[in-house]
């Protein structure tokens, strides 16, 4: 099984910034898209932000849009999520996902049932 190992999540204030950590094996990292779903109680998970190996192109959910950046460290092989301007509907479980290498789904964001291997989650809270 390919590891993903998350890091980060934290409670903060709305209009705090969180950064999340998804470190993943090479291969994973060079083959996979990388990027997070979440997850509140009670509700469907969702993709949040994803970010393809070849193009670096970044996909975000448009509840996030202008808010969260996802980026890709090669000398790491780890991929970050920084979350700015939290609001209290961000709050839930995060869970760093690898997908496709490509863009398969509608708007890129990789759909639940396409992740090929999940982290372990980190939680997330915002308070008003």
């Known amino acids: 099984q390919v590891q993903l190992v998350e890091s980060g999540g934290g409670s903060v204030q709305a209009g705090g910034s969180l950064r999340l950590s998804c470190a993943a094996s090479?291969?994973?990292?060079?083959?996979?898209?990388m990027g997070w779903f979440r997850q509140a109680p009670g509700k469907e998970r969702e993709g949040v932000a994803f970010i393809y190996p070849s193009s670096g192109s970044t996909y975000y959910a448009d509840p996030v849009k202008g808010r969260f950046t996802i980026s890709r460290d090669n000398a790491v092989n780890t991929v970050y999520l920084e979350m700015n301007s939290l609001k209290p509907e961000d709050t839930a479980m995060y869970y760093c996902a690898a997908g496709p290498k490509y863009c398969i789904a509608v708007g890129c964001l990789v759909r639940h049932d396409q992740v090929e291997t999940w982290g372990q989650g980190v939680l997330v809270t915002v308070s008003s």
């Open positions: 090479r291969d994973t990292y060079r083959s996979n898209s």
